[in-house]
């Protein structure tokens, strides 16, 4: 997919990130969601009706009512509140987990495919004992030595991405490495930065960015199955995964306890995922035009 | 190349991956704070520093690195995994075991998932854009949205909570034979099998459209081949090569998945062993039982990558 806009020969320019004539409805509504989301996780704790760890003892495991909209669990917390606030956890480990997968595959990428030669073998070889793990293998791996908390689960998504992104960039900067803008600045006696992150970078954003929306919904699945094995978010956070997992001996007795933070989680990959393919069809349009 | 000759030079290229597999995992053990000794015995390493010193030696931590790394590897090469703390038995026979019930839970989740999928894949095809085709798109959409711990608590609540039909976790079946593994495996596996389905089923489909396309299917068509002839006999068989590669992907995933089902149904697989090794701080079952399924991942690519060769005899590497 990162071949798309990577048009051989010499009409390689930037592809221009101007506006479409006609939004793709799956990027608006996938936006919309992620949207909405992103503002839950920053301003929850702000507008939420209760606090999250507030017990109402005497209205423990109620349904949905007025009072409470999504009912109350064992201890008589707001699950409304905490389904709200409970995307904090989960979009920050996501997030960051994307962004620093995204950062670190990015830099060998374009050392691989710029230099090339023993150094591109060296690190490719390297990334392939990394992908020759199962993703959340892997990932349970770095949490389990390190210990399971947030901050340790985004530095393991991160290492589960990185080989991943780096190829993706990799096979990018193979198809730049002779463009002639790209000669151009190597006859100018251009420093090497200036030419992986001014000349070549700028034509690697469409692929990286659908590539990092790709990432991102697996980084949502990642992160909330690390919480919900009990590596990720630590209680007493409202973390979705978390809850499903902790709340779960209350699953028939009361399963509005479950099925509103699994609605969350579900809900927000579904964004994330047509997000991604809304992005495609924007950045990627040149493609099928070309063929 | 002929295919003995790429057979081959791919396990040469399995040994060494597994090499490099197991100088990882033992690299990033080496990274634990203080030592493995002194995460085992917690709280306790303060204070007795005699228990401590035992503990070293029964790990072999006062070797260096290489020889603890060297030792472990020989054993491993006579089928010796070392011993588990937590269990305080050999590793080889429950990795044995557990694989043993891994296996039950994956593979009929795997050939449910191709199977369905292939048919899955060809309809919406073929009935491209329809309102059949819309509802797989949605369908598989929802299946790659939602993960395996929400999908299983969901068919735990119907299937056991309401329904009363199937039991929640594998711990509450009692008896032996067929209906046993009938009642512990169907909400497992219907999970599995659902979450590789939405993958493979998008695959197929895409590639499927691209073939039917092509200049030799309009060509059956034309020349007055039966429908199901053209899709199956023709069609498929090239439509079927991306499949492949996705399938031997999601090897990876899928064995997530089981890691995650396993654990929702209390289910004593691979996975679960994994989890409990991190658990327990177990060191060395740590060690022993994510190198086996590293393994196991490397040698399911290895057989997919040559089920690709011989399906498809124009690639050789």
């Not at chain 1, 060998?108 to 990394?130: H, P």
């Amino acid at each position: 997919m990162a071949d798309g806009v990577l048009v051989a020969g010499t009409d390689v320019v930037a592809v221009p990130l101007r506006a479409p004539r006609h939004w793709p409805l799956t990027l608006l509504v996938g936006g919309g969601v992620l949207g909405v989301f992103a503002l839950m996780a920053l301003v929850g704790p702000w507008v939420v009706p209760y606090d999250v760890e507030a017990f109402h003892r005497q209205a423990a495991l109620k349904p949905p009512s007025a009072s409470f909209w999504f009912g109350t669990d064992r201890y008589g917390r707001d699950v409304f509140s905490r389904v709200v606030v409970g995307a904090r956890t989960t979009m920050a480990m996501a997030v960051s987990g994307t962004l620093l997968g995204l950062t670190a595959g990015l830099l060998i990428g374009l050392a691989s495919g710029y230099r090339g030669g023993r150094l591109d073998e060296a690190l490719m070889r390297l990334m392939d004992i990394f992908m020759s793990f199962p993703s959340l293998l892997l990932a349970l791996l770095v949490v389990a030595i390190l210990g399971g908390n947030v901050v340790n689960a985004v530095l393991s998504i991160g290492i589960v991405f990185m080989p991943r992104v780096a190829r993706v960039v990799r096979s990018a900067t193979l198809g730049l490495r002779h463009a002639p803008f790209v000669e151009a600045a190597q006859v100018r006696g251009e420093r090497t930065g200036y030419i992986l992150f001014r000349e070549i970078l700028p034509n690697l954003w469409p692929p990286i960015i659908v590539e990092g929306c790709i990432r991102m919904s697996y980084a949502v699945l990642l992160s909330v199955s690390l919480s919900y094995l009990g590596l990720g978010a630590q209680p007493p956070a409202p973390d979705w995964g978390l809850t499903v997992s902790k709340e779960r001996a209350f699953l028939v007795q009361a399963p509005w306890v479950v099925l509103f933070p699994a609605g969350a989680i579900v809900t927000l990959v579904v964004g994330v995922n047509l997000l991604g393919d809304g992005l495609r069809e924007w950045l990627m349009a040149r493609k099928s035009v070309d063929e | 190349m002929n295919l003995t000759g790429y057979i081959l030079r791919r396990l040469g290229l399995l040994l060494v991956t597994l090499l490099a597999i197991s100088l990882l995992i033992s690299g990033i053990l080496q990274m634990l704070p203080g030592d493995a000794a002194e995460q085992i015995l917690g709280a306790w390493a303060e204070r007795s520093g005699q228990t401590l010193g035992a503990m070293r030696e029964r790990l072999g931590l006062s070797r260096p690195w290489h020889e603890q790394y060297l030792g472990w590897l020989a054993g491993v090469v006579r089928g010796d995994f070392g011993k588990s703390l937590a269990l305080d038995a050999p590793i080889g026979p429950i990795l044995a075991q557990r694989l043993g019930y891994s296996l039950r839970l994956a593979i009929p989740a795997l050939l449910l998932a191709v199977g369905l999928s292939l048919v899955l894949g060809v309809i919406a095809a073929t009935r491209r854009n329809g309102v059949v085709d819309h509802a797989i798109t949605v369908f598989t959409l929802a299946g790659v949205s939602i993960p395996a711990f929400v999908l299983g608590s969901l068919l735990i609540l119907v299937f056991a909570g309401w329904l009363r039909w199937l039991p929640s976790s594998s711990a509450l079946v009692e008896g032996h034979g067929i209906p046993f593994w009938a009642k512990v495996l169907t909400l497992p596996v219907a999970t599995l099998t659902v979450e590789s389905l939405a993958y493979i089923t998008r695959t197929t489909r895409s590639s499927m459209i691209e073939v039917l396309k092509t200049p030799y299917v309009r060509t059956a068509v034309l020349k007055g081949m039966p429908r199901r002839a053209v899709l199956f006999k023709h069609a498929l068989r090239n439509g079927l090569l991306p499949t492949v590669t996705v399938i031997a992907f999601n090897f990876g995933w899928m064995l997530g998945g089981v890691v995650i089902v396993e654990q929702v149904f209390n289910y004593p697989g691979l996975g679960s062993l994994v989890l409990f090794a991190i658990e327990q701080r177990d060191l060395p079952l740590l060690q022993a039982s994510m190198f086996f399924v590293a393994s196991a991942y490397c040698v399911a690519n290895l057989l997919a990558d040559v089920l690709y060769a011989v399906l498809n005899p124009r690639i050789r590497y």
